[in-house]
Nanobody, 112 residues
Framework: QVQLVESGGGYVQPGGSLRLSCAAS??????MGWYLQAPGKQRELVAA???????TILDSVNGRATISRDDAKNTAYLELRNLKPVYTGVYYC????????WGQGTQVIVSG
């Protein structure tokens, strides 16, 4: 069964940190990306990582995010730090080669 499951979201105060996980089953992650859908906005790519581990961080989260992967666990991570309310939203991961898959998302709320 093919599944992509995000976890690690929640409430965090401004300036706080979170580590999001994206676990794949039934297929290999291959290249993957993390997307943020802020309230009332379109889903946007914020970070990506190649199958070889090369990261790309988009300007919107530059300096506040680290993307990584553990192929032994078929899981990718997005570490977010020094968060601001503008980073509130649902974080999704997309992964796969050929057919690509989306997870159900994990909500992050940055509020004081």
């Amino acid at each position: 069964q093919v599944q992509l499951v995000e976890s690690g979201g929640g409430y965090v105060q401004p300036g706080g940190s979170l580590r999001l996980s994206c676990a794949a089953s039934g297929f290999s992650l291959n290249a993957m990306g993390w997307y943020l859908q802020a309230p009332g906005k379109q889903r946007e790519l914020v970070a990506a990582i190649s199958s070889g581990g090369s990261p790309t961080i988009l300007d919107s989260v530059n300096g506040r995010a680290t993307i990584s992967r553990d192929d032994a666990k078929n899981t990718a991570y997005l570490e977010l730090r020094n968060l601001k309310p503008v980073y509130t939203g649902v974080y999704y991961c997309k992964a796969g080669s050929g057919p690509t898959y989306w997870g159900q998302g994990t909500q992050v709320i940055v509020s004081g």
